[in-house]
């Protein structure tokens, strides 16, 4: 009879097998990081030249020695703007321009693009839904119509004051939308959420056309804002509104654990303890957060929350730890490249933010509701 013999086991060998666990965590980090800094390098280009293009153009060295010259958030305050900017550059046009109205313009971007692309990821994961987005939905309008209705009846005339009525406005209509979509034996499928979300815009977008027409005060308040633009806006405006942007945009993120477990189903969510209602609770509040901000700030924009996530999945695939700061990188890059397109192929003029991405977003919502297997996400 032969003996057998067992190899001894070196102290540091089990150290190595639970540490080699977490290697394909790590391998993925290790292959998205780069292209998550790579992307945020080709957003910091489309921000110096957001700021440089339009109907006057400005070098990029002009742009960034006015930068470097000022802290923007404390030397030029939304005071400090509404008062006159610093007497050093009151005759320097270019200086003038930078400071009053592309900075505000491309912050706004920045901001409102992170906004939508993250609520358009956190919608699509909850729902399970690929064709999800805070305008194909009737977010937008909903809170679009409910702002209207705060100028003509209330006499709102800030962001800060309106973007409450917002958030209101976003919520009725996610209810709402939800609500039609769930009637019926099959429940609130992707086609049934789309089609719901249409009907409710295109009723939003009527009743919000009506009261326009009827108060030409609120007319000429709105009708450049109704169109979905980042234009026309001022730091204070912008100053105003960026808490609650930045909280949704901070807040959503760490949902991504949350909705990894979501996405496998609502019976296997429970089986892994998770708090199905709380969850979709908690994903819809930070929706409401951003699309009622981002709709305040600078209009109903669509179609930036459809394509986002789908390009973003491309990259990370379906963990959304990931897919939410791809998203966030990937939508301003977006929206201030749409933002930048609308300025040069109309110059003098620009064609509106809105428009832009709507051309590029329409063929990408056709091309996924062409495919056969919606639900995958």
């Not at 633009?229 to 001022?234: D, K, P, S, V």
């Not at 390009?311 to 990370?316: F, G, K, P, S, Y």
Request: charged share 15%.
């Amino acid at each position: 009879m032969t003996a057998t013999t067992t190899a001894p086991v070196r102290p540091d060998e089990g150290h190595r097998d639970r540490g080699h666990a977490t290697t394909p965590r790590v391998r993925k980090a290790t292959k998205l990081i780069p292209g998550l800094v790579l992307s945020l390098a080709v957003l910091a280009v489309l921000a110096v030249f957001s700021i440089a293009v339009g109907a006057r153009t400005i070098s990029p060295g002009v742009v960034l020695d006015t930068i470097g010259d000022f802290n923007l958030f404390h030397a030029i305050s939304a005071q400090d703007v509404m008062a006159g900017l610093p007497q050093r550059y009151a005759d320097d046009t270019d200086r003038l321009v930078i400071l009053t109205l592309r900075v505000p313009r491309t912050l706004l971007g920045l901001m409102v693009g992170a906004a939508l692309g993250l609520a358009g990821c956190v919608m699509q994961g909850v729902t399970r839904n690929p064709l999800a987005d805070p305008g194909i939905l009737g977010i937008n309008s909903g809170a679009a119509l409910s702002v209207v209705l705060a100028i003509t009846f209330f006499g709102v005339g800030t962001p800060g004051g309106y973007v409450w009525f917002a958030f209101v406005g976003a919520a009725v209509a996610a209810v709402i939308v939800y609500g039609i979509a769930a009637l019926g034996r099959e429940g609130a499928t992707p086609i049934k959420l789309a089609l719901a979300g249409a009907a409710l815009s295109a009723g939003f977008a009527a009743v919000t056309q009506a009261f326009l027409l009827l108060n030409k005060t609120t007319f000429d308040q709105m009708r450049f804002w109704q169109v979905g633009a980042l234009a026309g806006r001022e730091l204070g405006m912008v100053g105003q509104l960026a808490p609650f942007l930045l909280i949704g945009c901070l807040l959503a993120p760490f949902l991504g654990r949350t909705l990894n477990t979501l996405s496998l189903g609502d019976d296997v969510a429970r089986g892994l303890g998770a708090r199905v209602g709380l969850s979709r609770a908690a994903a819809a509040a930070v929706v409401v957060l951003l699309c009622g901000a981002a709709t305040a700030a600078a209009g109903p924009i669509g179609f930036v929350g459809l394509t986002i996530p789908h390009v973003a999945r491309m990259i990370t695939g379906p963990d959304y730890r990931w897919t939410l700061p791809f998203s966030m990188v990937l939508a301003p890059i977006l929206l201030l490249g749409a933002d930048i397109v609308g300025r040069v192929i109309a110059r003098p003029g620009e064609v509106q933010v809105a428009i832009v991405t709507a051309v590029i977003g329409a063929p990408v919502f056709i091309a996924l509701v062409r495919r056969k297997k919606l639900a995958e996400l």
